[in-house]
């Protein structure tokens, strides 16, 4: 009785079977919304396709996201080919893409505008990373194909107007799927040759031709070139991300030649004016020179430089009577010094003054006897000591203390009783 009930897994293998073997299943076009939008770190895409009354699950494997040319985001609205299949493990149909667009706008468009936004965000435009393009090269370099017009409008413009300059041909594809690598390949190989300018571009052409010039790898290795850059790509319409990391954008190719070479007759009516300037600048100079030359020429030194010898003798004659004179003044002050030492009586009687002197000593050593207390002591008297001070009263002393007296000749020492 249980042969006509079948498992979960028969039954969803059964409808996968017939989805999967269904010819109008096998290649969809479907338009809608994108929402759960992952990136898996693999590379794979996952998200949500939905329109106003209904849903479907969506799976892009890397094989096809890496032909994407933008990066798909929630709430944007595209146009998807793929397959509809069914998930087993869960028994839900989806969607495995191949192929998405924006709807509504160019693939391409979309990829420009992010790219374009990434490397802004990033300062890869901004005008103080810009380096200048040498006025008069020596010696520049072109990226771009080695046939086709816009190489030779390019060689052609730079002999006409500046035949002077060395042009280096880094021949390179400039569309297809190879193009962006080729082309990083000889901005590379241009960094070894000592260049002042390199003009890396092609001619013109649809987006699509023009595309590897906006790839990022391109971009970046634009701005990582320490040769100044100058972009030619297309028409003067056209723009590319290589324009705005470029420092300087050119119209056309023909254009980036004209901004890479100064015009022959300009340089030389530069020159003119240059010497016009120098020739003016050297006259005025000169008769500058000639004015300041004429003034010291005219000056009393130069026309009767014995005036110089003059005054200076006359100065020295002077300071000489002023040397004599201090000289005589200060001999008269120290002569009339000494005479007045040879009269002072320290010179006619010296004995006189120690005769004094001797008195005047002899005087202050009677006072001091007379002070002395040793003298008082000799007539009898004592001097009464306790424990080494001097007692000037019977009230400092108790019985029993030990004393000191002290006679002319001598001390003893007693008790008080």
Known sequence: ??????????????????????????????????????AHSRGHFYFTLKDEGSRINA???????????????????????????????????????????????????????????????EGLFREEHKKRI???????????????????????TIKRRW????????????????AKEDIVRQIKRAEEFSLDTLIVGRGGGSIEDLWPFNEEIVARAIYDCPIPVISAVGHEIDFTIADFVADLRAP????????????REDVENYLNQLNIRLNKTMHNKIENYKDRFQGIMNRNI???????????????????????????????????KLIELKGSYVFKNPYQILDNKTNKYLNLVSKLETLS??????????????????????KKMKKGDIIEVEFHDGSIEASVV
Do not use: C, W
Request: proline letters at 5%; glycine letters at 6%; hydrophobic letters at 40%.
């Open 1 to 38: 009785m249980n042969d006509k009930y079948i498992t979960i897994t028969q039954l969803t293998r059964y409808i996968k079977y017939k989805i999967d073997n269904d010819i109008h299943l096998n290649e969809v076009f479907l338009k809608g919304e994108i929402s759960n939008f992952k």
């Open 59 to 121: 799976i892009m494997f890397s094989s096809s996201t890496k032909k994407l040319k933008f990066v798909p985001q929630d709430g944007m609205k595209v146009l998807v080919t793929g397959k509809v299949s069914v998930f087993e493990a869960t028994g839900q149909y989806q969607i495995y893409v191949d192929d998405m667009l924006e709807d509504g706008v160019g693939n391409l468009y979309i990829a420009f505008e992010q790219l374009k936004k990434k490397l802004e965000e």
């Open 134 to 156: 040498p006025r008069i090269p020596n010696r520049i370099g072109v990226v771009t194909a080695p046939t086709g017009a816009a190489i030779k409008d390019i060689i052609s």
């Open 163 to 178: 035949p002077l300059v060395e042009v280096y041909l880094f021949p390179s594809l400039v569309q297809g799927e190879d």
């Open 252 to 263: 056309t190719p023909t254009g980036a030649a004209e901004m890479a070479v100064p015009q």
């Open 302 to 336: 130069i026309r009767n430089p014995i005036t110089i010898y003059q005054t200076k003798e006359i100065l020295f004659d002077n300071l000489l009577e002023r040397f004599k004179h201090s000289t005589i003044n200060l001999v008269n002050i120290k002569s009339k």
């Open 373 to 394: 207390p040793l003298l008082t002591l000799k007539r009898g008297y004592t001097l009464t000591k306790k424990e080494g001070k001097v007692i000037n009263s019977s």
